[in-house]
């Protein structure tokens, strides 16, 4: 880094916090199976291994006409999508913010703020005196315990929403109510987990489609599981061996046993708005890595390390930005880790524009750089884990394994991607090149396509 004894004493300390080994990877991995076990087995667990009710795999000849809704990230989406059999589909969609009061409002408000979404964008289209009702996949990216293609209810709020009035309740239901009282010729045929749609979306035209991921706001998992591993199935004879299962893996090790967290993602958790929940969430999603890098910071400025260090004395340094949670954003790390220039100068920009930090010196750029490269490698690395705690648990086929990614995180931050192969390589050392037999891919608008794919199911199926 080349700053002082004392900043260099400090970053060896959390380069040393936050690197995993190998080993460390693999008993992470072993863990992560022994939960998926136990949430095959019982309901209630800290990984609930959710069935979809999402049966078989496609065919890749579905068609028709579907509307996706996209409800649990940052915007709330609303898709038109045809499917065209080969695999191939059109899209036209729409986008609106939910605001923070909606998402800590009454649960009915935001209802009736989507169906109105959902009237305004079908008027557009020319579709809303319809005839036929359309089907819509209802992508609700929360923990819901699904009874039916279409019925679940809501157990717990994440990432940032707590509605009043929805917990213990069938979002279908509440979304269906709303359509009613405006009268739109809308079906919720179909209750989608991100992860679920994702999957679907990238098996469309990926037959060997294992797993579906969303390394986005959150961080999930889904993937195809033979019925008959799944012990705590009741709901009698299935049509096909197999189904889709949500992980739910956000909340894998809430216990604390196996993963190795620092202060600063203890920190974290305590000042979020769920604390002890989605403990491995929060060391892998945008939603929160750009918080971990900030509290490293803000440790080392109260200690005089950064920004201003003891000895030195600039008073252009100071920021109420920096003191802010969540003022550091995950897509900060993206640019900075980006930074190729020799003196840091998009670096510096990035700190001077967004964070308001102005007169940062090379060598405090070069550790916001490095703090940002363990976090954001770390992350790569445990959502690697997770991809081979899965694959591990269902085997690899000769042919190898397709997983379908959504999620910025997984699409934007650099070398993302490429650390997650590295880490999938140490898991996997008997295979020699691992790309090739697990592929990572991007499945972009996994949440669209996919939930109109499973409308379409659920629609064969009735
Ligand atoms: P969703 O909310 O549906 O998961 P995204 O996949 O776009 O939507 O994920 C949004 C998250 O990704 C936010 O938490 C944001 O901080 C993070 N993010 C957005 N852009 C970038 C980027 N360029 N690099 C890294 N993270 C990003």
Redesign the pocket.
Known sequence: IGGSPAQEEYMKNIINEFSLTTEHLCKIRTRFMKEMDKGLEKEGCTVAMIPSYVEGRLTGHERGQFLALDLG??NLRVVLVTLEGEGKFKTVSTKARVSDALKNGPMRNLCDYIAECIDTFLTEQGLEDKESELPLGYTFSFPVLQTKINRGTLSQWTKGFACTGAIGKDPVMLLQDALLRKHLPVKVSALVNDTVGTLLSNAYNKPNTLAGL?L???ANGAYIEKISNIKKWKDGPTKSPEMIINMEFGAFDNERQALPLTRFDNKLDRESINPHSQIFEKMIS??YL?EIVRNVLVDMIDRELLFSPKGTFNPNVWSKEISTMWAF???F??KIEEDDTENLSQTKEVLDTSLNLSNVSVVECRIVKKVSELVGKRAARLAATAIAGIVSHCGIPDEGVDIGI????FE??PSFKTRMYEALQELFPEHSDIRTKIRLGLAKDGSGVGAALTACVATKAE
């Not at 959504?406 to 995180?409: A, I, K």
Request: charged share 10%; no cysteine; hydrophobic share 25%.
């Open positions: 990230g940052t969303i986005g706001t959150g945008g939603m750009g954003e995950t897509s790390m993206s959504d999620g910025s995180l934007f931050y």
